[in-house]
C-alpha cells in the first residue's frame, strides 16, 4: 500500500525532501548483516520503492530519474521548493514528480489565519487536483502523511486547512500529520498562536499527529552527534531517521513470515485505539554520529533498557536519562511521576531478534488502567539491519509525552491573548476572539485528557 506525502511550507518541504533520501539510502545500503538473503533484501528494496515512490517508465532523458516521490509540494515562496528538488536530482537516485509543486511569491509573514484563510481558500482546489494525481499513481492507496511545522504561517496556516480539505476530499484514507514543535524560546513571536490554532484544527480532521520537539532535536545533534554548530539539515536528518525507523517495510512480529503492508493503518488502529487520544511521539535508539557507530557495538539488552527509561522518564535521548524515576512512582499528593501510556508500537531492526526481550514493555502499571492488556503493546521487526546500525529500536508511543510542550504553548498563548498581543494581526484576514477562545477550549480538554490517563 503506497503512502502520499504533503509537503507544505519551508520546514515540510525541507523535511520531506531529507526524509525521501534517508528512505532510499537505507533501502540501497549493502545490508551488514550476512542471515538477510539477497532474495529478502531485494523484497525490501522493491516494498521501500513502491511504498513511497512511483516508477516512471516515460522519462525522456537520461538527466530523469525513474524513481519519483510521492508527494505534492506546497509553499507559498519557490525559493525552497526549488532548492528541494534540485537536491533531489543531485543524489542520482530519485527526484521529485514534475507539475506536483505548487508556489506563489508571497509567502504568509508567519501569520496562521493569512495561510488558513487567505491562501487556503485560494489555493486549496488547486493543490487537492495535484493530490488527487498523485493518488491516482497507486495501485492501492494506505493513506496521507502531511509534513509541516507548527511555527510559521504556511505551514500551519496552509498546513491546517489543507488537511480539512484532505479529509473532505478522502474521507475514509488515513491522514497523519508531523509537526515540528517550535523552540520554546521561539522562533517568530506569536509561534504559539500558531501552533495552538494548528494543533486545535488538526484534532478535529487527522487521525494522528506526531510531535517531534526542536529543543529535543537539537540537544540530539548538539550532545550524540556531536555538531559545534547545527542547521536545519542537521535537524531534518534526526527527523528522517526517527521517520524512517517506523514506516520503512516490517514484519508483524518476531516469525518475519507476515509483512505489514497497511502501514499507516495498522499503525493507527493500535496507537490511536480513541479519538480524544491523537498525539503520538517517536523515540529511537542509539542516536550517533558517523564516526561513533565505527567503534560501537550494542546488544539488545542494553539498547531495550535504555529505551524503556527513556519512555518511562520521557527522555528524549539514551544520554542524561533520570534512572531515579520508576514505574509506579508517585508524588505526596498522589500524582503519577512516570510517563503513562496508552498504546506502544515497537519496531526493532538488525541481527539477533531472539534474544531482544520486550517483555518489560508490556508492564501493565506502565499503561491507563482503561486499556485491555493485549492492546498495549504491539511489536513489530525486521531482521535487516537499518541504516548504519546493526541493531536498533524504535518506539512510537501515544502517552502523557506531550503535556509539557502543550501545557507551554497554551500557557504562553493565554497570557498574550489576555493582553491582546498581535490578535489584530488575525483579526484583519478573517479570524474572530471566538476562534481563539474555542481553540484554547479544545486544547485545555486535549491536556485534561492526557493528564487524567
Same mark, same amino acid.
Given at each position: ?20 533520501? !534517508? ?7 549493502? $545490508? ?19 511504498? &513511497? ?24 515562496? $519557490? ?64 493513506? &496521507? @502523511? ?7 504561517? !504556511? ?14 476530499? &478522502? ?87 507476515? @509483512? ?71 508524588? $505526596? ?11 506502544? @508500537? ?13 517483555? $518489560? ?90 493528564? !487524567?490517563?
Amino acid at each position: 500500500m503506497s503512502v502520499v506525502t504533503l509537503q507544505v511550507g519551508q520546514c515540510g518541504n525541507q523535511v520531506g525532501g531529507q526524509m525521501f533520501g !534517508t528512505l532510499l539510502d537505507d533501502a540501497f545500503a549493502k $545490508p551488514s548483516t550476512t542471515h538477510v538473503s539477497a532474495t529478502k533484501n531485494e523484497e525490501y528494496i522493491q516494498e521501500v520503492c513502491s511504498r &513511497f515512490f512511483s516508477e516512471d517508465s516515460g522519462k525522456r532523458s537520461e538527466e530523469e530519474h525513474d524513481l519519483k516521490a510521492r508527494a505534492v509540494m506546497v509553499d507559498m515562496e $519557490p525559493k525552497v521548493i526549488a532548492q528541494t528538488c534540485a537536491d533531489a536530482r543531485r543524489t542520482g537516485l530519485w527526484a521529485y514528480p514534475s507539475k506536483q509543486q505548487f508556489c506563489q511569491k508571497r509567502g504568509s509573514g508567519n501569520n496562521w489565519a493569512h495561510g488558513y484563510s487567505l491562501h487556503g481558500n485560494r489555493v486549496s482546489e488547486q493543490i487537492l487536483s495535484m493530490v488527487q494525481r498523485e493518488a491516482e499513481k497507486c495501485d492501492y492507496i494506505g493513506g &496521507f @502523511l502531511a509534513l509541516m511545522s507548527l511555527a510559521g504561517g !504556511t505551514g500551519s496556516g496552509l498546513g491546517a486547512h489543507l488537511t480539512q480539505s484532505l479529509r473532505d476530499e &478522502f474521507p475514509h484514507s488515513f491522514i497523519v500529520n508531523q509537526v515540528v514543535w517550535p523552540y520554546n524560546t521561539g522562533e517568530v513571536i506569536v509561534q504559539n498562536y500558531n501552533a495552538l490554532l494548528t494543533l486545535s484544527h488538526l484534532y478535529q480532521t487527522a487521525d494522528a499527529i506526531l510531535v517531534l520537539e526542536n529543543d529535543d532535536l537539537h540537544r540530539v545533534c548538539s550532545q550524540l552527534m556531536n555538531l559545534k554548530k547545527i542547521s536545519f539539515r542537521d535537524i531534518n536528518w534526526v527527523i528522517s531517521m526517527k521517520m524512517a525507523g517506523f514506516l520503512q517495510p516490517v514484519f508483524a512480529g518476531r516469525s518475519c513470515d507476515r @509483512l505489514v503492508t497497511n502501514h499507516l493503518g495498522d499503525l493507527l488502529e493500535h496507537l490511536v485505539p480513541h479519538p480524544d487520544y491523537k498525539l503520538l511521539t517517536v523515540k529511537n535508539i542509539p542516536q550517533m554520529s558517523d564516526q561513533a557507530v565505527e567503534f560501537s557495538t550494542y546488544q539488545w539488552p542494553g539498547l531495550l533498557k535504555h529505551l524503556r527509561q527513556m519512555l518511562i522518564a520521557n527522555a528524549a535521548m539514551e544520554e542524561g536519562i533520570n534512572w531515579q524515576v520508576t514505574v509506579g512512582d508517585q508524588t $505526596p499528593r498522589g500524582t503519577i511521576k512516570h510517563n503513562r501510556c496508552l498504546a506502544n @508500537l515497537l519496531t526493532l531492526r538488525g541481527r539477533d531478534l531472539a534474544t531482544a526481550d520486550s517483555s $518489560p514493555f508490556s508492564e501493565p502499571r506502565l499503561y491507563a488502567s482503561w486499556m485491555p492488556a493485549d492492546c498495549t503493546l504491539k511489536e513489530w521487526a525486521q531482521p535487516r539491519a537499518f541504516s548504519r546500525y546493526e541493531k536498533c529500536g524504535t518506539l512510537l508511543s501515544n502517552s502523557r509525552s506531550a503535556i509539557g510542550p502543550l501545557d507551554h504553548v497554551i500557557g504562553k498563548a493565554w497570557r498574550m491573548f489576555s493582553a491582546r498581543a498581535y490578535v489584530h494581526q488575525y483579526v484583519k484576514h478573517g479570524l474572530t476572539e471566538d476562534d481563539f477562545l474555542d481553540s484554547f477550549a479544545t486544547l485545555e480538554q486535549i491536556l485534561d485528557n492526557y493528564r !487524567t490517563l
